[in-house]
Structures are given as structure tokens and as C-alpha cells.
């Protein structure tokens, strides 16, 4: 990897505000990002048929590493020669260790948010409430799609949804990060998939961040991010060590919008969603309440 620039990676589960920080970042000058939401398809090159997200640091071949850490490259050359490139792929906290064994020098932000939130919110994903149906949207992402995976990537965009616009299911048949064992859980109320798959992302995350040195480290939970953005994002620059006016970062959190912190959907009322969710809560410092 080229020693003028860092890779940045925000690792978080999905609906948990990833895009939001990413955002608030590459606002600022010497952070770039890729022009799409994720690059899942770069990550997953040359492992698209594994069948989960869970991909070991085993499966990083010479070929994969080369190809994922010239895409780094290839953006940084791109985008002006910027200090870092910010990168945000939600699955990537099913598989820390495989980034570690391509970025070994990539500095993590992990974003939590609470589970009860981020389910209220996964379930609208689940069932395709907060589809976007601009063209623009997956043609950007399509860009990035290796021209050998495309076909898989069209297959699968096509066969998550068939049923749910043929008035067949109310769901996808899948969406965000697939941890070991979801298919399982496909008849399992949603709100249940939804907590399953918000734990697996945070126990996961937990435990292969505790084999990193805490110096490549830097923790934000959302809540604060979303009361205090201006602080929030300060921190995260100083831990960077990067020096802005505030003026600038207050420019840069101008699309946060701090409502968000508020809204009163922690109130679960499916016990079996609550039992999912509890031992992750209680990792991440969350109070219980039964």
C-alpha cells in the first residue's frame, strides 16, 4: 500500500450509521470515499460463492490481496493523492481478520448504535420500504462490480426480490451482512432475524477488534454522534491526528440531523428478540430493560 495515504475502515452493522460517518468524513478535505454505497463486490472478488460474509483471513489469497489493495490505490490516484480513503462495506464486521490480512496497516472506526434501533430500522431494508429505485444508485455500484463477478451480482440482485414483487413474500430473501447460519432463520419472525443478525455483526466485531492494537482503534456510538456531532467528529479527527477549525467540522456535521437521537424504539416487546439481543447490549455498555 502506498505509505501517503491510510485506509479508514468504519466497521458497524448495518441501519447503525455507517453511511452517516462515512459522510461527515469525506466532507472534509484529505478523506475520500468511492462514489457508491459499498464496495461488497471488490471485497468479495474471487470468494463471491462463498456462502456467507464470514470470510476468514484463510480465503486471502496473493490475487484477492493485489486486487483489493489496488482498488485502494487506483481511488487514491483518482481523488487527488488524499490522507486517508474512507471505506464502509457493513458485511466487513463478519470478517475483520480478512481485512486486517489485506489493509494491516488500516486504522478502524467502530460505529455502534443499539440493537433495538438498528432493528425498528433493518426490518423497513428487509422489506424493501427504503429500496432506492434510482438507476443511478446501482449503476454506481455496478461500476465497481469485477466484470467476471457481474453476472453472479445480477443473479442475486434479481432472486432476493422476485418473490417479494410477485406479492409472494413481504420480505427479501435476504439483505446485509449474511452471517454463518442465516438461511436458518428464514421463517423466524423478522424482527428476530434482524436482532440475529445485528448480534452476530457486534460479537463478531468485538472479538477480532480485541486482537488489534487499540492504537488502530477508534470507538463511536451513535447515539452520541447524533447529540454531539461536532465533539464526535472532533474526537475521531484527533485520534486521526488531524487538526480542523471547528468551523469546518461544524460544516461537515451539518447533515446530521440530531433528532435522530430520540426516538423512542427501544420498547421491545417480543421477548425472543430481547433474548437476542441482551448479551450484545450488555457488551457494548447498553442498560437492559425488561
Given at each position: 500500500?502506498?505509505?501517503?495515504?491510510?485506509?479508514?475502515?468504519?466497521?458497524?452493522?448495518?441501519?447503525?450509521?455507517?453511511?452517516?460517518?462515512?459522510?461527515?468524513?469525506?466532507?472534509?478535505?484529505?478523506?475520500?470515499?468511492?462514489?457508491?454505497?459499498?464496495?461488497?463486490?471488490?471485497?468479495?472478488?474471487?470468494?463471491?460463492?462463498?456462502?456467507?460474509?464470514?470470510?476468514?483471513?484463510?480465503?486471502?489469497?496473493?490475487?484477492?490481496?493485489?486486487?483489493?489493495?489496488?482498488?485502494?490505490?487506483?481511488?487514491?490516484?483518482?481523488?487527488?493523492?488524499?490522507?486517508?480513503?474512507?471505506?464502509?462495506?457493513?458485511?466487513?464486521?463478519?470478517?475483520?481478520?480478512?481485512?486486517?490480512?489485506v489493509l494491516p496497516e488500516a486504522v478502524y472506526i467502530h460505529l455502534i448504535r443499539h440493537g433495538a434501533d438498528v432493528v425498528r430500522s433493518a426490518e423497513k431494508r428487509w422489506r424493501g420500504d427504503?429500496?432506492?429505485?434510482?438507476?443511478?444508485?446501482?449503476?454506481?455500484?455496478?461500476?465497481?462490480?469485477?466484470?467476471?463477478?457481474?453476472?453472479?451480482?445480477?443473479?442475486?440482485?434479481?432472486?432476493?426480490?422476485?418473490?417479494?414483487?410477485?406479492?409472494?413474500?413481504?420480505?427479501?430473501?435476504?439483505?446485509?451482512?449474511?452471517?454463518?447460519?442465516?438461511?436458518?432463520?428464514?421463517?423466524?419472525?423478522?424482527?428476530?432475524?434482524?436482532?440475529?443478525?445485528?448480534?452476530?455483526?457486534?460479537?463478531?466485531t468485538l472479538n477480532a477488534l480485541a486482537d488489534i492494537d487499540s492504537k488502530r482503534q477508534i470507538t463511536i456510538y451513535y447515539e452520541d454522534l447524533v447529540l454531539n456531532p461536532t465533539a464526535e467528529?472532533?474526537?475521531?479527527?484527533?485520534?486521526?491526528?488531524?487538526?480542523?477549525?471547528?468551523?469546518?467540522?461544524?460544516?461537515?456535521?451539518?447533515?446530521?440531523?440530531t433528532k435522530e437521537s430520540n426516538k423512542g424504539v427501544r420498547d421491545v416487546k417480543n421477548k425472543k428478540v430481547l433474548d437476542i439481543l441482551t448479551p450484545a447490549l450488555k457488551a457494548l455498555g447498553?442498560?437492559?430493560?425488561?
Amino acid at each position: 500500500m502506498n505509505a501517503d495515504f491510510t485506509p479508514v475502515i468504519i466497521i458497524g452493522a448495518g441501519r447503525s450509521g455507517t453511511n452517516l460517518l462515512r459522510d461527515c468524513l469525506t466532507r472534509l478535505p484529505e478523506f475520500e470515499t468511492w462514489q457508491c454505497d459499498e464496495i461488497q463486490p471488490i471485497w468479495r472478488h474471487k470468494n463471491v460463492r462463498f456462502k456467507t460474509d464470514e470470510l476468514p483471513a484463510s480465503r486471502v489469497s496473493p490475487d484477492v490481496k493485489k486486487f483489493i489493495r489496488n482498488a485502494f490505490n487506483k481511488l487514491w490516484r483518482q481523488t487527488g493523492h488524499p490522507k486517508f480513503v474512507v471505506e464502509k462495506t457493513c458485511a466487513n464486521t463478519l470478517r475483520i481478520p480478512f481485512v486486517d490480512a489485506v489493509l494491516p496497516e488500516a486504522v478502524y472506526i467502530h460505529l455502534i448504535r443499539h440493537g433495538a434501533d438498528v432493528v425498528r430500522s433493518a426490518e423497513k431494508r428487509w422489506r424493501g420500504d427504503l429500496e432506492v429505485p434510482s438507476f443511478a444508485y446501482y449503476a454506481a455500484k455496478a461500476r465497481f462490480i469485477p466484470f467476471s463477478d457481474l453476472w453472479l451480482y445480477l443473479w442475486e440482485f434479481v432472486s432476493k426480490r422476485t418473490f417479494m414483487v410477485l406479492g409472494q413474500e413481504e420480505r427479501l430473501s435476504t439483505w446485509g451482512p449474511r452471517f454463518e447460519g442465516i438461511d436458518d432463520w428464514s421463517d423466524r419472525d423478522l424482527d428476530e432475524v434482524c436482532a440475529k443478525q445485528w448480534s452476530c455483526c457486534v460479537s463478531s466485531t468485538l472479538n477480532a477488534l480485541a486482537d488489534i492494537d487499540s492504537k488502530r482503534q477508534i470507538t463511536i456510538y451513535y447515539e452520541d454522534l447524533v447529540l454531539n456531532p461536532t465533539a464526535e467528529l472532533e474526537r475521531v479527527l484527533n485520534a486521526l491526528d488531524v487538526r480542523l477549525p471547528v468551523s469546518m467540522i461544524n460544516e461537515a456535521v451539518a447533515i446530521v440531523r440530531t433528532k435522530e437521537s430520540n426516538k423512542g424504539v427501544r420498547d421491545v416487546k417480543n421477548k425472543k428478540v430481547l433474548d437476542i439481543l441482551t448479551p450484545a447490549l450488555k457488551a457494548l455498555g447498553y442498560g437492559i430493560t425488561k
